[in-house]
């Protein structure tokens, strides 16, 4: 990927968290962060997104945003953007992830 090429998919990037993310400023920070509209947690679609894409590797699942999408009852573009998001805070999904499957 070109610099160039980065840059676009950077902005659309952007773009997309700020159409569809909300990010809660409470005491728990960005793990808080919700799809705008659906109160859906950006935490939860994105495992969802990995079991999805887990079965898909096994040749369970159908494509993973589609199928996230679909079962959420939300446009693609909004599980794009909470992936865009979660890459952005990687290690606070990552943990609030970890402590919703050790509860």
Request: charged content about 20%; cysteine-free; proline content about 6%.
């Given at each position: 990927?070109?610099?160039?090429?980065?840059?676009?998919?950077?902005?659309?990037?952007d773009t997309?968290?700020?159409?569809?993310?909300?990010?809660?400023?409470?005491?728990?920070?960005?793990?808080?962060?919700?799809v705008?509209?659906?109160?859906?947690?950006?935490?939860?679609?994105?495992a969802?997104y990995?079991?999805?894409?887990?079965?898909?590797?096994?040749?369970?699942?159908?494509?993973?945003?589609?199928?996230?999408?679909?079962?959420?009852?939300?446009?693609?573009?909004?599980?794009?953007a909470?992936?865009?998001?979660?890459?952005?805070?990687?290690?606070?999904?990552?943990?609030?992830?970890?402590?919703?499957?050790?509860?």
């Amino acid at each position: 990927m070109t610099a160039e090429a980065l840059a676009r998919a950077l902005e659309q990037a952007d773009t997309l968290i700020a159409q569809h993310i909300d990010a809660d400023p409470g005491p728990a920070g960005d793990e808080r962060a919700s799809v705008r509209g659906y109160g859906i947690p950006v935490w939860s679609l994105v495992a969802t997104y990995r079991r999805t894409a887990q079965a898909l590797a096994a040749g369970q699942a159908a494509e993973p945003v589609e199928a996230v999408a679909h079962a959420y009852g939300l446009p693609p573009s909004a599980v794009v953007a909470a992936l865009a998001y979660a890459l952005r805070y990687r290690d606070v999904i990552n943990r609030r992830i970890a402590r919703n499957r050790a509860d």
